[in-house]
């Protein structure tokens, strides 16, 4: 029995085969043949006369089977498979294929990578969970809103303290500001405030959670309610003096611009880190000034509109007085002042009977008075209250005499107080007597 070929096809190449033969047959015109399969006169001419010289099997294209002449050899496969295992074991594909092209000059495509890996178990495929969520478009211009939050994540792997990523993110433009802190504070948000706007200018408006530090958790006054408003945290207050609009998000997704930021930034810049060798805040943000333009090079998009909504730092706005904590204190009789658990004494002349103290970005701290700054000088030795000194001499006599009466009483074995234990010695022997007489 003769063997027939066997000859395999894919779908479309079946649905090609079958309008050629139509034209074949004279049933169907080239014209509208290549109107029904996708493709011009010259294709359809050229599919059929290869399937007339040919066969069937001259619809099959002839590099099926063929290895591609831009191939990678196996040496290369082998040679890339190890580099991934020693030094980007977890890296993901796209950015071991840059790491690669740029440390180890080896250039090699994220798919085809992606692909390798897969093969030889070195990568597991991720399949992404779709959440249903309301799109929100993005704003229009640049400086009309930006996104900011704090990350807290162990962005040196153990080779340093742990600490913070402090950032913004431009709604429109994607563009990133970010510094590493020791902790997510209102020192360290009004720190990357003021560096952002003399880098850029003075932004329209934030868009912030619901973090102690942007919101105030204070309950209103009295007189707050009948005014309509609400405690305002630090931050907040010297938002609003500079003439920045802070909004406050409802939930994690609302700001999700940012919250994928960090999610990125978790991947990739702790292994970039890895790769400078950066174990500190210190070289943290070293590293930053020089990595942010270029991944803002690479992944900031132009706005919908060509315009820039940053307003420039006007000479009358002082960043250091506006950018720091602001609190009332009340001067004393001896012109002294008291905050954080120290003592100030007041130098300058002065009538204020209020000041308040401004703890600065820096860490100075200034004594502002009616609108003019007073020179002052920490309290070392803060006298004792009057409590405070009695009890110190009492102590002092108990311990001048060793015999006093109540030591004796507690050397047998009685309570302190004297009359209570002569008391109840009394009233021992007159229940010894009543059992007497009764026996």
């Known amino acids: 029995m003769a063997e027939r070929d066997i000859i395999t096809m894919r779908q479309e190449e079946l649905k090609h085969l079958h309008v050629i033969r139509k034209v074949l047959e004279k049933r169907l015109k080239q014209e509208e043949a290549g109107k029904l399969i996708g493709l011009s006169s010259r294709q359809i001419r050229r599919k059929q006369k290869r399937v007339e010289i040919e066969g069937d099997q001259g619809i099959i294209h002839k590099s099926r089977g063929k290895p591609s002449h831009n191939a990678k050899s196996e040496e290369l496969k082998g040679k890339v498979r190890q580099i991934y295992r020693e030094k980007y074991w977890d890296f993901g594909p796209t950015l071991a294929s840059e790491k690669l092209e740029e440390l180890d000059k080896i250039k090699v495509g ?57 950032g913004f993110i431009d709604d429109a433009t ?37 973090h102690s530090t942007y919101r105030s958790q204070g309950k209103p006054t009295i007189e707050d309610e009948l005014a309509g408003k609400r405690p305002l945290s630090q931050f907040e207050r010297a938002a609003k003096d500079i003439g ?8 994690p997704q609302a700001k999700g611009r940012i919250e994928r930021l960090f999610k990125t930034f978790q991947d990739r810049v702790i292994k970039e880190m890895r790769l400078a060798e950066v174990n500190s805040k210190r070289e943290g943000n070293i590293f930053l000034r020089g990595y942010l333009p270029k991944y803002n090079k690479r992944f ?24 720091c904590i602001k609190t009332e204190r009340t001067v004393r009789n001896d012109y002294t002042v008291a905050h954080n658990g120290k003592l100030y004494q007041i130098m300058s002349n002065t ?48 311990s001048q005499d060793d015999m006093h009466p109540w030591k004796k009483w507690i050397e047998r074995g009685y309570p302190q107080n004297p009359s209570y ?19």
């Open 421 to 439: 234990a002569q008391r109840k010695k009394k009233e021992a022997k007159k229940k010894e007597k009543r059992l007497l007489l009764v026996h």
């Open 174 to 210: 994607g563009e990133v500001f970010a510094r590493f802190y020791g902790y997510e504070g209102t020192i360290p948000v009004m720190d990357l405030t003021k560096k952002y706007i003399r880098k850029y200018g003075i932004p329209m408006s934030f868009y912030m959670d619901n």
């Open 110 to 166: 994220r798919e085809t990578l992606r692909n390798w890996l897969i093969a030889s178990g070195d990568w597991k495929k991720h399949k992404k969970v779709k959440k249903h969520l309301k799109w929100r478009e993005r704003k229009h211009y640049f400086g009309e809103m930006l996104q900011g939050d704090g990350s807290h994540h162990d962005w040196f792997e153990g080779r340093g303290p742990k600490c913070v990523l402090m």
């Open 351 to 398: 009538k204020a009977k209020k000041v308040i103290i401004e703890e600065r970005v820096s860490g100075r701290m200034m004594i502002n008075g009616n609108g003019l700054y007073l020179t002052h000088k920490g309290i070392e030795n803060r006298p004792r209250k009057k409590s405070e000194k009695k009890l110190r001499i009492k102590q002092q006599r108990v």
């Open 300 to 323: 900031r998009v132009e706005a919908s509109k060509n315009t820039d909504m940053h307003r420039p730092l006007e000479s009358v706005i002082n960043l250091d007085e506006q950018l």
């Open 244 to 251: 920045i609009r802070v909004i406050h998000a409802r939930s």
